[in-house]
Each structure stands twice: as C-alpha cells, then as structure tokens.
C-alpha cells in the first residue's frame, strides 16, 4: 500500500596518478596528512588549474559502458560554498553540461554523471578540527541515479555492480569501507492514494551492508510513522551501525544557492573534437564487462546464472576462474566441474579461512586437481582434503594425493570382480533394486566400497554394478 521510492547519489574517487587540476600525487594510501599538496590544490592565489585527462578518460569509459550519451560539449562550473574543507571557497564541479546523461546499470535508470573534485578531510577531536589536504582536489565521479528503485536489495545489487564495473574498468577500487565510494539513499515512501512521500537523505553509508539496512530501516519508519498519522520531514539522517537504525543529523533548509557559474579557468570541453576521445576509441578500449562476462561464462561452459555471477563478483575470483579454464585447455566439462568447484568447496575453505587468497592459489594447480577428480582418481572426500593442503601450502595436488594415501584404484579388473562378489553375496538387495528401489544401489555401492576395500571409487562402482545387472 506504501510504495518506496528510492534514488541513489554516489561519489568514488577515481584512479589517476595526480589530482584532477594539479600535479600533486593521487594516493589514497598515503597516511601521513598534507603531504601530497601544491599551490594549486592548496588555493594560494594565483595558481591555475590543468584538467586530468586521465580522469575525463575514466569517466567517458564509465558513461560508454553504461550505455550513457557521452556529452558533445561539457564543462566545469564553480560551486560556492564555505567550509574549512574547501580551500578556494568553492567546489571545481559540473552543473549544466554533465560528462554522461542517462544510461543504467543493474537495471537501474542513471540520470547523470559528472566530474568534479574531492573535499579535504576534517577531522574533529578534543576540541579541534584538524584538516588533511591530502584529498582535496582528487579526482571525483558523481553519479545520480533515477528515483525509480523500489527497494533495498535492489539498491544493493546496483551499489555492488557499480563498484565492480569500476574495479573492471580501472577507475577506482570503490572501497565503501576507505570512503573511495560513497553512497547517500534518497528514500520516501507514497502514501495510500500514491501521493509521492517527503523524501530523507541518508548519509554515512560505508558498507553494502548498511547501504541495504538502512534503506530497509528507513522504509519501515516512515510507513510506521504516516499509518500513526504522523508527517515525514524533510531531513539529512546518519546510521548508526551499532544499533541499527538512522538518526536525526540536520533538517534540510531549502536548497542551498551554490552560485553556480562556469570556470573562467578551464578551457570548455569539445570532447568529439579530441581524438583519443572519440566513442569508438573509447569503445574499442573497454575490458570485457561485468554483465559481459557473467553471459559468457554462462553460456560458454552452461553455468547456473548464480554461479556466473558468484565467478564474477570479484576481478580476482574473475581472473584465477580464467586462468583455471585456460589451463584445463577449454575442455566445457572439466571447466564446468572447476567451477562448481570454485562456488561450493574452495569458497567453503575461504570462509573458514576469512579470506579468499585467489592470488596465493595455482591456476594450474588447481587445474590439476579438477582433472583428478574428473578422471576419478580422488573421490570427493578425497578431492577436499587435498583441495585444503593445496589452499594451505601449495604444491602438486597429484602428489599430494599419493603422499595422503588419496588416489584410488582404478584397476578395473579387481573393482568388477569386488561387484561380481557382492552381487552375488547381496541377493536380497538387488531384487530390491530390480524392484527400482534406488536405496538398495546405494547399499550396493557401499558394499563394493568395503569390497574394494575403501580404494573403490563410488561413481565407478555405480557403473560396474549397473552393468553386471543389466546383463
Ligand atoms: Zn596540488
């Protein structure tokens, strides 16, 4: 009866080696504070901003593989503001001619995204506000979306991809948790006759988690609030991840007269009259892309569509699945059992591990194993114990397998003879399977197992019994 309305604004700082209109040094690691300054970034008069073409690159990048229209004409424009964090008393950013207008992602409609640069940090403590120039000035990408989500696993999956097609692509690593990326949830909630809401703002977001609990804690309070006859006010709310919910920051007072107007310093962009940044350059230029190489893996080794995109969650899950595919020479089978692999066991001994070290672990290796198992010579107890030495310590996984006593026997011969034995020892329960009860196979299996004793492959002994009883 309450319909959610949700629009996203979200901010990543982009990879570049200096800063979007100096040469100081793009470093989001550096830890030591206004180290990484200059004249420029520091607003002493004077001084003269550059544009980065590496961050007007990164951005035509971005629009294209949203499928956004690329601006013919775009410039910067000067955002007014006072605050300790923003040493020229105003913000380099975009106004009227945005970078991209339109595209979608996650089957989200985006509305723009522009360029613009980064604030200082400030820092309050015993009475102090301390401020880290280190940051002012880096390269920002500001992309809006339409206020068209309906909810906050929605909302999620956007944020997730977003932050993946920027890693894909180079931009930005998009840590929520770093403030590489930040993320601020427009949420209002219509009213029973449709009547769209009071909409909240909601900042302080640092994890896909909080993106998703706050949106959903929000929802639940304003329906709350208005079924009590109550009034959402328009208003800026943190989330306290302690407690789980959102809380009063400050009321919205109108929109703010930033004083836009275009910067008399830059020169405009005509960005069809510059050759490296031509759309079919640009084009030309994109790694696959995440929705790319999820339908590939999909269609190309008839992966579930949940697998697909557990493979391609992360660059690094992305990267050792192709390597592993590359070494098991592109054999569909073996590379659909790798992955199966990959989603099920290996991520069960990461998570016991509480991280995924894809970097640590041998494609080839791994490869190795996969080709074991699919020739039989380690059943699947015997294929997770050496999977866990491989994890842990590396090595031959063939190898590993014969020092733990792992290979099986494949002498076809004696297994046959084993299930000759048992067949005719087991007459009662191959009537049974004869009768089509399934148990009774399973029962025979584990008799052929003890048989063989334990060097038996299940999958092979299910063959043989078969076999000697379709005769
Ligand atoms: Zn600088």
Not at 56 to 73: E, P
Not at 123 to 150: Q, W, Y
């Amino acid at each position: 009866m309450y319909r959610p309305t949700i629009g996203l604004e979200v901010h990543a700082e982009l990879k570049t080696r200096t800063k979007m209109f100096c040469d100081s040094r793009n470093d989001p690691d550096e830890t030591r504070p206004n180290i990484n300054v200059c004249p420029v970034c520091m607003a002493h008069p004077g001084t003269l901003p550059v544009i980065n073409r590496e961050a007007v690159r990164h951005m035509l990048r971005i629009g294209t593989a949203i499928g956004g229209t690329i601006a013919d004409f775009s410039e910067f424009d000067r955002k007014s503001y006072f605050y300790p964090d923003i040493p020229k008393g105003y913000q380099i950013s975009q106004y009227k001619h945005p970078l991209i207008v339109g595209g979608e992602l996650a089957g989200v409609a985006i509305t723009r995204v522009h360029l613009e640069e980064d604030t200082a940090r400030s820092t309050h403590a015993g009475g102090k506000s301390l401020v880290d120039f280190n940051r002012a000035g880096i390269p920002l990408m500001e992309l809006v979306t339409e206020p068209m989500i309906p909810d906050a696993e929605t909302a999620g999956r956007f944020a997730r991809e977003l932050q993946l097609l920027l890693r894909t692509l180079g931009a930005g690593k998009a840590n929520l948790e770093k403030g590489e990326m930040r993320i601020e949830a427009n949420i209002s909630v219509s009213d029973k006759e449709g009547v769209y809401g009071t909409k909240v703002e909601v900042k302080n977001l640092n994890s896909f988690r909080s993106v998703e609990r706050a949106i959903a804690y929000e929802i639940k309070r304003q329906t709350a609030l208005i079924e009590s006859g109550g009034k959402v006010v328009q208003e800026t709310r943190g989330w306290n991840e302690a407690k789980q919910e959102t809380f009063h920051q400050r009321f919205k007072e109108g929109s703010a007269d930033y004083r836009y107007f275009p910067e008399p310093d830059l020169p405009k962009l005509y960005l069809k009259d510059i050759p490296e940044f031509s759309p079919e350059t640009i084009r030309a230029g994109l790694p696959e892309l995440p929705w790319e190489r999820r339908a590939r893996y999909a269609k190309a080794y008839a992966l579930k569509e949940a697998d697909a995109a557990y493979l391609c969650a992360t660059t690094e899950r992305a990267t050792f699945f192709d390597a592993v595919a590359t070494a098991l020479k592109n054999k569909k089978k073996r590379i659909a059992l790798a992955a199966n692999y990959i989603v099920s066991d290996l991520a069960g001994v990461y998570a016991k591990r509480g991280s995924e070290e894809y970097a640590q672990l041998n494609a080839g290796a791994f490869a190795k194993l996969i080709t074991l198992i699919d020739s039989r010579h380690l059943s699947s107890r015997g294929a997770k114990d050496t999977l866990l030495i491989l994890v842990e310590k590396g090595g031959d996984p063939e190898a590993i397998a014969k020092e733990h006593g792992l290979i099986q026997s494949h002498d076809a011969e004696a297994l046959r003879d084993a299930v000759k034995r048992v067949l005719a020892l087991e007459t009662k329960a191959v009537e049974e399977y004869r009768a089509g009860k399934e148990a009774a196979l399973q029962y025979l299996i584990g008799k052929g197992m003890k048989a063989a004793k334990g060097a038996g492959n299940p999958a092979i002994l299910k063959d043989l019994i078969r076999e000697e009883l379709g005769k």
